[in-house]
């Protein structure tokens, strides 16, 4: 089932979410429903919080950045294969240079920016085998981990950047809160619902 995606503005996306419960029946089907909602809408990311759930749990398919040519080979073949839950995650460091990269979010349409954040991370979680990993991810890889981790913090990318950038992005932001945006996916807007 797609669900609606909750649009900036609205307090669920600035909330920092809650540890997931593996023992919940209904967890697989909400993931399942998170998968069709992130493809519907062209995604490479989801975090729970996007769906209006408060709820420790992301998911990445970051296939379409494969076919960026300006990646070496191995790169893209990391990127190739990188699809995956991530529940209850904790990102344990965050090492190397940060570099720029032009972000965008489901929850915020038709803006982009780039973010400066560092190239390395190593992250533990639980799988969407209920299994608990720890793993190492740099380049694009750690770049999308670190965008949808930020959302279950509460974090939206536009909270990283300058001082001056916000300012300038104010009447945009506030237009997607009321609704004013182009967007082809469906979408729930804060002042449509107390959410
Ligand atoms: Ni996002």
């Known amino acids: ?24 029946p209904k ?51 990391v990127l ?22 032009n972000e965008g979010c489901l929850s915020i ?17 639980t799988d969407a085998d209920f299994k608990e990993k720890e793993e190492s991810y740099s380049g694009l890889a750690a770049r999308v981990i670190q965008h949808e981790y930020d959302h279950i913090e509460g974090v939206l990318f536009t909270d990283r950047l300058s001082s001056l950038k916000k300012r300038l992005l104010k009447g945009k932001l506030s237009q997607i809160a009321n609704g004013k945006v182009d967007v082809d996916y469906v979408m729930r807007f804060p002042n449509d619902l107390k959410l």
């Open 80 to 101: 190739a294969d990188f699809k995956k839950v991530f529940i209850n995650p904790t990102i344990l460091s965050e090492t190397g240079a940060t570099w720029p990269f």
């Open 109 to 125: 349409p038709n803006i982009r920016e780039d973010v400066m954040r560092p190239d390395q991370l190593r992250i533990r979680y």
């Open 1 to 24: 089932m797609i669900l609606p995606i909750v649009a900036y503005g609205a307090k669920v996306l600035k909330k920092k979410a809650q540890v997931v419960d593996l023992q919940d």
């Open 27 to 77: 967890l697989p089907a909400f993931i399942a429903d998170m998968w069709e909602t992130m493809y519907a809408a062209s995604g490479v990311g989801l975090a729970a919080p996007q769906v209006g759930k408060p709820q420790r749990i992301f998911l990445i398919d970051a296939a379409p950045f494969a076919d960026d040519e300006s990646l070496d080979p191995s790169e893209q073949k």
